[in-house]
């Protein structure tokens, strides 16, 4: 069994990539525990920049639990251009990276007292149908969790596939851990040097179905220097464990 599934990740990955925590552009200091596979899957999504649209899917990151606080990410989505125009492929492979994030204070996320903090660093890879340069970043984020919701703030230093330095602040804001289907809100802001600024906001909600499965739903609004950007994201989270479980 876990020959299909790396099978079948791998095939994911290959056919597409994605974000970093469901459904944000930005992410949380936490990791998956040593040992333990979160597989962020968006089946379903829909992108309009412009006057071009696409279908975002399949979108995934693949987080794998390492000793030490850490966590390897691989990520990357499909997208499928609804009206192509001409000369121009209608399928790509973009957002393509892999990454190692870090805890570097244990806090709240870690059941531990005071906020949480973690780095996250890696590759920006080629991409199929897009930019084929290569790139580099380094994030450092910080989340902080009280009874009435957990906030993460981020901010990140990159060297992109086209060789400009890049800068993103983003920030994600949740209703209480507690309740099984909760509010979200993230907004972030990005620029390259030389390029447009993007600023986003995205609303939503995060529904825990099991212990082991999240469901999300979120509706992003952006501009892109004088672009319209506008997103419908829909998908999961699943956890398991490579560890054998002692009381089996």
Same mark, same amino acid.
């Given at each position: 069994?876990?020959?299909?599934?790396?099978?079948?990740? #791998?095939?994911?990955?290959?056919?597409?990539?994605?974000?970093?925590?469901?459904?944000?552009?930005?992410?949380?200091?936490?990791?998956?525990?040593?040992?333990?596979?979160?597989?962020?899957?968006?089946?379903?999504?829909?992108?309009?920049?412009?006057?071009?649209?696409? $279908? %975002?899917?399949?979108?995934?990151?693949?987080?794998?639990?390492?000793?030490? @606080?850490?966590?390897?990410?691989?990520?990357? /989505?499909? /997208? %499928?251009?609804?009206?192509? *125009?001409?000369?121009?492929?209608?399928?790509?492979?973009?957002?393509?990276?892999?990454?190692?994030?870090?805890? #570097?204070? !244990?806090?709240?996320? /870690?059941?531990?007292?005071?906020?949480?903090?973690?780095?996250?660093?890696?590759?920006?890879?080629?991409?199929?149908?897009? !930019?084929?340069?290569?790139?580099?970043?380094?994030?450092?984020?910080?989340?902080?969790?009280?009874? *009435?919701?957990?906030?993460?703030?981020?901010?990140?230093?990159?060297?992109?596939?086209?060789? !400009?330095?890049?800068?993103? %602040?983003?920030?994600?804001? !949740?209703?209480?851990?507690?309740?099984?289907? $909760?509010?979200?809100?993230?907004?972030?802001?990005? /620029?390259?040097?030389?390029?447009?600024?993007?600023?986003?906001?995205?609303?939503? *909600?995060?529904?825990?179905? @099991?212990?082991?499965?999240?469901?999300? #739903?979120?509706? @992003?609004?952006?501009?892109?220097?004088?672009?319209? %950007?506008?997103?419908? $994201?829909?998908?999961?989270?699943?956890?398991?464990?490579?560890?054998?479980?002692? $009381?089996?």
């Amino acid at each position: 069994m876990m020959g299909r599934l790396c099978a079948t990740m #791998l095939l994911a990955m290959l056919a597409a990539p994605a974000l970093a925590y469901r459904p944000f552009d930005s992410t949380d200091a936490d990791v998956a525990a040593s040992g333990e596979f979160e597989l962020e899957l968006g089946p379903i999504g829909w992108l309009r920049e412009g006057d071009s649209s696409f $279908r %975002v899917a399949p979108a995934v990151v693949a987080n794998l639990g390492l000793p030490w @606080r850490s966590e390897l990410v691989l990520e990357g /989505q499909r /997208q %499928v251009a609804l009206d192509p *125009a001409s000369g121009e492929p209608s399928s790509s492979i973009v957002d393509t990276g892999v990454f190692v994030k870090t805890v #570097l204070r !244990e806090g709240a996320l /870690q059941d531990a007292s005071g906020p949480s903090i973690a780095a996250e660093y890696g590759l920006l890879l080629p991409e199929v149908h897009g !930019e084929s340069g290569t790139g580099a970043s380094l994030a450092g984020i910080v989340s902080q969790r009280w009874k *009435a919701g957990t906030l993460h703030l981020n901010a990140a230093l990159a060297w992109n596939r086209e060789h !400009e330095p890049d800068v993103f %602040v983003g920030a994600i804001l !949740e209703g209480p851990y507690s309740w099984p289907l $909760r509010p979200v809100a993230e907004v972030f802001g990005e /620029q390259a040097s030389g390029g447009p600024r993007t600023s986003s906001a995205l609303v939503g *909600a995060m529904w825990r179905a @099991r212990e082991d499965l999240m469901l999300d #739903l979120g509706l @992003r609004f952006a501009r892109s220097g004088d672009e319209l %950007v506008r997103e419908v $994201r829909l998908g999961l989270t699943w956890t398991f464990s490579f560890k054998k479980d002692p $009381r089996s």
